[in-house]
């Protein structure tokens, strides 16, 4: 993902949000906010022949402590006419490999459990379910708004990285 991709990874990105099953957040941020509130390795997107981006992963640190240092919180959004056939899952193979790459040894994610396709797509990816966290934040736009939304915690380590 570079700069010039962020209009279209925009796109994907509030689509997601507009939808209403992929994220609490209601608003698309600014380039600058979304740069600097992720790592910039693992940072994917998926590009069709012509170029058009069709998705994009990207990851945060779940803590600021030395400690956690290959623990990160990732995303994975495909635009909304791309989904169904296998991007995602192209997608999401790709960020994990580039996450290991990158020394990280636990990718984890919080899921609506409304979410069935990415629920199948992460658990095809080695992702395992930690735990249901009941009514854990509240929707604040959207077609839930107003309601405690449960999510589900998935989580995938690595076998190359950290504790063998
Ligand atoms: C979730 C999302 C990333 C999946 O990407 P995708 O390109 O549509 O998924 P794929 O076509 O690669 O399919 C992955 C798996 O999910 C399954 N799947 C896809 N859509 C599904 C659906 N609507 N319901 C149930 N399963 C579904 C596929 O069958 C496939 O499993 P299989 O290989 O066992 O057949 C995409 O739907 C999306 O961007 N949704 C909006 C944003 C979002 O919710 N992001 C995740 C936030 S946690």
């Known amino acids: 993902m570079t ?29 600058q906010d979304f740069d600097a ?17 069709l998705g994009w992963a990207a990851a945060a640190p779940v803590s600021a402590r030395e400690a956690y240092r290959g623990v ?24 994990v490999d580039a996450a290991e790459a990158a020394g990280v040894w636990t990718i984890q994610a919080s899921v ?22 009941e009514r854990i934040a509240r929707s604040a736009a959207g077609p839930h708004a107003g309601t405690w939304r449960d999510t589900v915690l998935i989580e995938r380590r690595s076998a190359r990285n950290g504790i063998r």
Do not use: M
């Not at 209009?7 to 941020?29: C, K, L, M, N, S």
């Open 3 to 31: 700069p010039a991709d962020w209009p279209e990874v925009a796109e994907i990105y509030r689509q997601g949000i507009e939808d209403g099953e992929a994220t609490f957040e209601t608003r698309v941020p600014s380039w």
């Open 37 to 53: 509130a992720r790592l910039s390795d693992p940072r994917v997107v998926a590009v069709d022949d012509g170029g058009r981006v």
């Open 72 to 95: 990160v919180e990732h995303s994975v959004y495909v635009l909304r006419a791309a989904r169904g056939r296998g991007v995602g899952r192209l997608l999401l193979s790709a960020f």
């Open 112 to 133: 609506f459990p409304e979410n069935a396709a990415s629920l199948r797509l992460h658990e095809a990816a080695g992702f395992r379910i930690v735990g249901r966290r």
